[in-house]
């Protein structure tokens, strides 16, 4: 991550975070811009004395926490949009809200699993896409909820391949809304 922040020559690699990573580096590129973020250059953290390499490394791994935060936070608004949208109940989808982020599941991913917490809450903007698209009819705007969609799904196989197995089922679960 510190590579591709501090604008390093890198070459694509085989990860599964590959996404993730890219984001991470972008909120730390950011950060650095906006003075939040001290240094950026892994080469400069190596090189800088004990006192500044731990405070440059803990700003680091704030801004990978904090970033863990904003997904799982966006990961609960986006299944209240889901069950807002497919029940048109509030209390349902509040319900539904409420059990994921009360879940341990979101909490362990935000803290140790980011990438896959990236690849959920991208397919479930898929899936609210796909559900906005069906509910649109035969318009122009549910053909651009439908390229929104194949965008973001694509973007949530590339963050973890395994996202694969629930893409397929996305029309069909709009068509059930």
């Keep these: 991550m510190l590579v591709f922040a501090s604008g390093q020559r890198a070459e694509y690699f085989e990860h599964t975070g590959f996404t993730y990573i890219l984001l991470y580096s972008w909120v730390l590129r950011l950060g650095h811009l906006l003075g939040l973020i001290g240094l950026i250059d892994i080469d400069a953290i190596v090189a800088s004395p004990a006192a500044e390499f731990d405070r440059a490394f803990s700003q680091v791994v704030f801004v990978g926490r904090g970033i863990g935060i904003f997904l799982a936070m966006a990961t609960v608004v986006a299944t209240w949009a889901i069950a807002w949208r497919a029940t048109a109940h509030w209390f349902a989808a509040l319900a539904a809200a409420g059990l994921i982020a009360g879940s341990l599941g979101l909490g362990f991913h935000a803290v140790l699993i980011r990438t896959e917490l990236l690849g959920m809450l991208l397919l479930l903007l898929a899936l609210l896409a796909t559900i906005e698209a069906a509910r649109q009819g035969g318009t122009w705007r549910a053909v651009g909820m439908i ?15 395994h996202m694969v197995v629930f893409t397929p089922a996305l029309p069909f679960l709009a068509l059930c809304h």
């Design 147 to 161: 390229a929104i969609a194949s965008f973001l799904a694509m973007l949530a196989v590339m963050t973890k391949f």
